[in-house]
């Protein structure tokens, strides 16, 4: 028998710890585009699923965006059928019409179509095939838009889709080796023109800053971006329940937080205090900037009798006396 190529092996070793210990029932979904990460990743899946007791379904999204992109689709489809994921699904989602850029808007649909596919499917997770390669290009793009330690700490290896863990388990995984896995399984992976097109910021770092640090600064650059993403992961989560227990000290009966309380926080905490208080008010956290932040705490540490402080989604926070109050429109 021949030898199981590393690359393969490495990358069934990081599915078979990702899917240890999922609940019983449903399928686990990959989400493939066809590309060499997520094609890697789906024929891991669909080995070592089985082995644990469990069925592994696919799920292809077109974003109708490109020549040929339906094709694409039941290609992968295609393959996936005689590989033996069940069930297998191509969805084609519309992306015009959303806000935000062309990227963020297929990401959203992508997103939706996955949350729907594992609704209908019962689905205990869906995987994506993001690498240590796509964590590393992560923290350099919060870096240089001066992103806090949230940004900092790029993708989670797992969070919550709409109810669903949503699960990378290719986070310590780096692409040359999803390219190796690929050739060594005799699979053909789809080249993306989104991943070499210069218009997108990531492509940018992907073709030229990352190669460049490589150059410049060694081979382990890449390794050690994604450790500090885990790094200041770990912090966040401490810093995060520290933050929990301060928002429930300082709440008050009428649905304020309490100045005093706030006031007392180290700021690191207060702040996340403040960013999780706006989400509960109905903020978007797409919506709700590091700007809106300072303008809660300057009501709490700057105070001087200004004004309320206006949050996406439309309510608005102001301080009477000792508190912090949410109100929908400014009283006259
Ligand atoms: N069209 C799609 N259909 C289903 N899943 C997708 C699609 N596009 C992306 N994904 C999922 O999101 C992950 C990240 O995609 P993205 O395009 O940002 O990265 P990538 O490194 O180019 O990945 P890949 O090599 O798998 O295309 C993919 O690995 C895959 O799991």
Redo the contacts with the bound molecule.
């Keep these: 028998m021949a030898a199981l190529a590393p690359p393969v092996a490495a990358i069934r070793v990081a599915v078979r710890r990702a899917l240890t210990g999922l609940p019983s029932g449903g399928p686990v979904l990959?989400?493939?585009?066809?590309?060499?990460?997520?094609?890697a990743?789906a024929a891991a899946t669909v080995f070592v699923a089985p082995r644990l007791g469990r069925p592994a379904g696919l799920?292809?999204?077109?974003?109708g965006l490109q020549a040929g992109s339906e094709q694409r689709?039941e290609a992968?489809a295609g393959w996936a059928r005689e590989a033996g994921f069940a069930p297998v699904v191509a969805v084609r989602v519309r992306v015009a019409g959303r806000p935000g850029g062309p990227e963020a808007a297929a990401r959203e649909a992508?997103y939706e179509a996955?949350t729907e596919a594992a609704r209908q499917h019962e689905a205990v997770a869906v995987?994506?095939?993001?690498?240590r390669?796509?964590q590393a290009e992560t923290v350099l793009l919060a870096l240089a838009r001066g992103a806090g330690p949230r940004g900092l700490a790029g993708m989670p290896a797992r969070r919550d889709l709409a109810g669903v863990p949503l699960l990378r388990p290719l986070l310590e995984i780096g692409?040359e080796q999803?390219g190796a896995a690929c050739a060594a399984l005799g699979l053909s992976?789809?080249q993306?023109p989104?991943?070499t097109d210069p218009s997108y910021a990531?492509s940018r770092v992907r073709a030229d800053l990352l190669p460049e640090l490589v150059r410049a600064l060694g081979p382990g650059v890449v390794d050690n971006l994604a450790r500090t993403a885990r790094l200041v992961a770990a912090d966040n989560a401490a810093l995060d329940e520290l933050a929990g227990t301060a928002l429930e000290a300082a709440r008050c009966p009428d649905g304020g937080l309490s100045v005093p309380v706030l006031a007392d926080l180290a700021p690191a905490v207060r702040g996340r205090v403040l960013h999780s208080w706006a989400r509960e008010l109905g903020a978007l956290p797409s919506a709700l900037s590091h700007r809106h932040v300072v303008a809660l705490d300057a009501l709490v540490t700057g105070w001087h009798g200004q004004g309320p402080t206006d949050l996406p989604g439309g309510r608005r926070v102001l301080r009477r006396a000792d508190r912090l109050r949410p109100v929908d429109s400014l009283p006259d």
């Design positions: 990959v989400a493939c585009s066809g590309g060499a990460d997520s094609l990743l799920v292809t999204v077109d974003h689709a992968v992508r996955l995987l994506t095939g993001h690498t390669d796509d692409r999803t992976p789809w993306d989104h991943n990531r």
